[in-house]
């Protein structure tokens, strides 16, 4: 087992690069990647970041040198031949050969496109513009740097000892949590933490004791990188990205309308088994459910993100009912969030109504909370999101409208064009 205080007090990036290979990422984002490949990879998107967290001023905390440094080496990488022949012959969710080979053949020649970064009011403005199949993957990599390197920032005046104490502490807390899961019948979890995560090392670690902790319960890791590694299942389907960028290019209100349903379309053309599980938040799920074209209903699941968990699952499970489908037979994923609470409360709640999945995030991989003095390491909610598509802005609402995205005059519209019944704003904690 990796000595963590050792190696953080040790480190250099040269050593510990944050971003260390291409299949470091999220596996939604390879999954997405060859949707766009074959559908829109002339499309020209912008991502950019936004720190939701705004007191936290990442710009006084990162620097600049260093953040540089670290976003030239992960445009370095390339697939080496082991990883490619990892995506190219493994069997993911019961399918071999899920990538194609002309995707594949792209891949394995692509490198990170360029960026473009300075500093805002304390914060930095991180964007990437260019082909969507090119800009797309840039998303994990760089939430990943900023991360890291906003946790070496307030590790680095720590001893030894004072690591070895804040590790033990911090492993306690994840391993009390898992002793909590070990308690629910027919748990299926798996970690979701790879945007957000403290470090690579330490969600490393955390896969690692969900693995020994849990056994056949933890279903695998969206890290793809951590999954080839520890040999457990890549995790992941699709994200409010593809969504955003369909609507984006609507050429009208009624093109817009319809976007949604496009991108389901579209990926029940691509995939099929337990990829079909639908997201449907991106512009309030009230709405979204009340649209859906029928043969959504034999998709296998729905992920409830943005909206309260309890209500969600309640409004998936009256959805599915009025659609004539047994809801026990049915795929409730949830993600957006979590904690050992929640997930026990959602747990009571619907165990035996409905399958039930978890994708937990950022407070399995980045719980450092109230380990370091004014909450100096405690996580902060930083997203990297599109902005633009062909010229065009790109506008996400949610069921908690706190995070909405777009200019004021295209949210105001597409809450025309969609509604806003079901909404409800919350607080973002992560």
Same mark, same amino acid.
């Given at each position: 087992?990796?000595?963590?205080?050792?190696?953080?007090?040790?480190?250099?990036?040269?050593?510990?690069?944050?971003?260390?290979?291409?299949?470091?990422?999220?596996?939604?984002?390879?999954?997405?990647?060859?949707?766009?490949?074959?559908?829109?990879?002339?499309?020209?998107?912008?991502?950019?970041?936004?720190?939701?967290?705004?007191?936290?001023r990442?710009?006084?905390?990162?620097?600049?040198?260093?953040?540089?440094?670290?976003?030239?080496?992960?445009?370095?990488?390339?697939?080496?031949?082991?990883?490619?022949?990892?995506?190219?012959?493994?069997?993911?969710?019961?399918?071999?050969?899920?990538?194609?080979?002309?995707?594949?053949?792209?891949?394995?020649?692509?490198r990170?496109?360029?960026?473009?970064?300075?500093?805002?009011?304390?914060?930095?403005?991180?964007?990437?513009?260019?082909?969507?199949?090119e800009?797309?993957?840039?998303?994990?990599?760089?939430?990943?740097? #900023?991360?890291? +390197? &906003?946790?070496?920032?307030?590790?680095? /005046?720590?001893?030894?000892? *004072? =690591?070895?104490?804040? @590790? %033990?502490?911090?492993?306690?807390?994840?391993?009390?949590?898992?002793?909590?899961?070990?308690?629910?019948?027919?748990?299926?979890?798996?970690d979701?933490?790879?945007r957000?995560?403290?470090?690579?090392?330490?969600?490393?670690?955390?896969?690692?004791?969900?693995?020994?902790?849990?056994?056949?319960?933890?279903?695998?890791?969206?890290?793809? #990188?951590?999954? +080839? &590694?520890?040999?457990?299942?890549?995790? /992941?389907?699709?994200?409010? *990205? =593809?969504?955003?960028? @369909? %609507?984006?290019?609507?050429?009208?209100?009624?093109?817009?309308?319809?976007?949604?349903?496009?991108?389901?379309?579209?990926?029940?053309?691509?995939?099929?088994?337990?990829?079909?599980?639908?997201?449907?938040?991106?512009?309030?799920?009230?709405?979204?459910l009340?649209?859906?074209?029928d043969?959504?209903?034999?998709?296998?699941?729905?992920?409830?993100?943005s909206?309260?968990p309890?209500?969600?699952?309640?409004?998936?499970i009256?959805?599915?009912?009025?659609?004539?489908?047994?809801?026990?037979?049915?795929?409730?994923?949830?993600?957006?969030?979590?904690?050992?609470?929640?997930?026990?409360?959602?747990?009571?709640?619907?165990?035996?109504?409905?399958?039930?999945?978890?994708?937990?995030?950022?407070?399995?991989?980045?719980?450092?909370?109230?380990?370091?003095?004014?909450?100096?390491?405690?996580?902060?909610?930083?997203?990297?999101?599109?902005?633009?598509?062909?010229?065009?802005?790109?506008?996400?609402?949610?069921?908690?409208?706190?995070?909405?995205?777009?200019?004021?005059?295209?949210?105001?519209?597409?809450?025309?064009?969609?509604?806003?019944?079901?909404?409800?704003?919350?607080?973002?904690l992560?």
């Open positions: 087992m990796t000595d963590l205080a050792k190696r953080v007090y040790d480190h250099t990036w040269k050593i510990d690069p944050i971003v260390r290979s291409l299949l470091d990422t999220d596996f939604y984002k390879l999954l997405m990647a060859q949707t766009i490949f074959r559908r829109h990879r002339d499309t020209r998107v912008t991502f950019g970041i936004q720190n939701r967290s705004s007191r936290v990442l710009a006084d905390l990162v620097d600049e040198g260093e953040l540089r440094e670290q976003l030239d080496h992960a445009r370095s990488l390339r697939l080496t031949r082991g990883e490619s022949t990892w995506l190219r012959g493994n069997t993911f969710y019961g399918k071999r050969q899920m990538f194609s080979a002309e995707f594949m053949d792209w891949l394995e020649g692509f990170l496109p360029e960026y473009e970064l300075e500093k805002q009011d304390g914060q930095y403005a991180l964007t990437f513009h260019g082909p969507w199949i800009t797309t993957l840039w998303e994990v990599p760089a939430l990943a740097i #900023l991360n890291e +390197l &906003r946790s070496r920032g307030v590790l680095r /005046g720590l001893g030894k000892f *004072e =690591l070895q104490v804040l @590790y %033990a502490r911090a492993m306690t807390r994840v391993w009390e949590k898992i002793e909590r899961l070990k308690r629910l019948p027919d748990l299926s979890i798996a979701f933490g790879t957000r995560r403290h470090g690579f090392l330490w969600q490393d670690w955390c896969v690692e004791a969900m693995l020994a902790g849990l056994g056949p319960a933890f279903t695998g890791t969206s890290n793809c #990188l951590i999954a +080839l &590694r520890r040999e457990v299942e890549a995790i /992941g389907t699709n994200a409010h *990205e =593809l969504p955003m960028v @369909y %609507a984006a290019l609507a050429e009208d209100d009624a093109a817009l309308a319809a976007a949604p349903y496009a991108v389901l379309k579209d990926w029940q053309q691509d995939y099929e088994g337990n990829l079909l599980v639908v997201l449907p938040d991106t512009y309030g799920t009230t709405g979204f009340a649209h859906a074209p043969w959504m209903t034999a998709w296998t699941g729905m992920r409830i993100d909206k309260e309890i209500a969600g699952g309640e409004e998936a009256a959805w599915w009912r009025s659609r004539g489908s047994d809801p026990r037979e049915k795929l409730a994923i949830f993600s957006d969030g979590l904690d050992i609470d929640t997930i026990e409360t959602v747990h009571a709640h619907f165990h035996g109504r409905v399958r039930i999945g978890y994708g937990w995030g950022t407070l399995l991989t980045n719980d450092f909370r109230g380990l370091v003095s004014d909450g100096a390491l405690d996580p902060i909610s930083i997203v990297c999101k599109v902005l633009a598509a062909d010229g065009r802005p790109a506008v996400k609402i949610s069921d908690n409208p706190t995070k909405a995205i777009g200019p004021s005059t295209e949210v105001a519209r597409y809450k025309r064009v969609f509604g806003t019944q079901g909404q409800e704003s919350a607080p973002v992560v």
